[in-house]
């Protein structure tokens, strides 16, 4: 029990790469908000149905939802939205390998937000793997002369940061509300507080665009097939993601979880014949290195 959340980690990180395949289409059909809104919208029904199931066959019943849950989950919630609108604002004038290294700081703040607000610890093996494998990421994800340009410019700057510390602070929301519960295993603890979350960004994002942009909200019953395939994918995603949240720290999650690059770019080879470069094969032995390392000093 003590390593599950390894395997679960890497499995979020395999379908969050599914997911994010299958929404890039939706992104062109239905525009950003649009496209995001199937992730919480088409999401919400899998994630009831992951929860009924567990309850079913495991014969628990559902936890209690303390003020202390209910409020780290409205934090996460608006976390996560506020997170994915700073991103996509921050890619309207700087390149995505730019705005992906400011993003992929991300373990960095988790860990210190954790300690912060959970209490929960810090050492320096664990900050040692985080930096290493964040260090592989920026090999990966920045091309030659882009370093420069990740440090010109305050504005584009403080918005990819400010993006990676809602993303941080959306998943310690997620882990504070989970072990802020009573009672219930660990599986039934994570799909509670998952099913609760998506309801209230389904709430949320159907309301602003209800209110501002109907064609979007309209244009996910025209795209039913993709926008389903979507919402699984993400569904279980974020299963798998919150799962890990229940058995461990969000730092030890969210650095493992920067294998999802590796999966994007064996993706990009398998489907698209891409073939990765020198570079971003020095950069993933790195990332390894550094994941390496964290799982033999993770924060317990």
């Known amino acids: 029990m003590d390593h599950l959340w390894i395997p679960v980690t890497l499995a979020a990180a395999l379908a969050q790469t599914g997911r994010n395949a299958a929404q890039r289409g939706l992104t062109e059909r239905l525009g950003t908000l649009g496209a995001t809104n199937v992730r919480f919208l088409f999401g919400l029904p899998f994630a009831c149905t992951f929860l009924a199931l567990a309850l079913w066959l495991t014969g628990a019943t559902l ?6 849950a209910l409020i780290f989950t409205a934090i996460g919630a608006a976390a996560q939205i506020a997170a994915t609108a700073l991103m996509l604002q921050a890619m309207r004038t700087q390149g995505f390998g730019i705005v992906t290294a400011w993003l992929k700081v991300e373990p960095v ?13 810090l ?23 882009q370093g420069r340009a990740m440090l010109s410019g305050l504005g584009p700057a403080a918005l990819g940061l400010a993006a ?27 799909l509670t507080i998952l099913a609760l979350t998506l309801a209230l960004q389904t709430l949320a994002l159907g309301l602003y665009l209800a209110l501002r942009d109907r064609p979007a909200l309209s244009g996910s019953a025209k795209a039913f097939l993709p926008s389903l395939a979507a919402g699984f994918l993400g569904a279980l995603a974020s299963a798998g993601w919150f799962t890990g949240f229940a058995l461990t720290t969000a730092a030890n999650v969210r650095t493992l979880a920067l294998v999802e690059v590796i999966f994007a770019l064996l993706l990009a080879r398998i489907a698209l014949g891409q073939k990765a470069t020198p570079r971003q094969l020095a950069g993933m032995a790195v990332m390894l290195a550094g994941v390496g390392l964290l799982l033999n000093h993770p924060i317990d």
């Open 109 to 121: 703040l988790v860990a210190l937000t954790g300690w912060a607000v959970l209490g929960e610890a």
């Open 63 to 68: 936890p209690a939802l303390t003020p202390r």
């Open 164 to 190: 990676g510390l809602c993303f941080g602070l959306s998943a310690i929301g997620f882990r504070g509300a989970i072990t802020a519960l009573p009672e219930g295993s660990f599986l039934i603890r994570a």
């Open 123 to 145: 050492t320096l093996p664990m900050l040692a793997a985080i930096a290493v494998s964040i260090a592989g990421v920026l090999v990966m994800t920045l091309k030659p002369g």
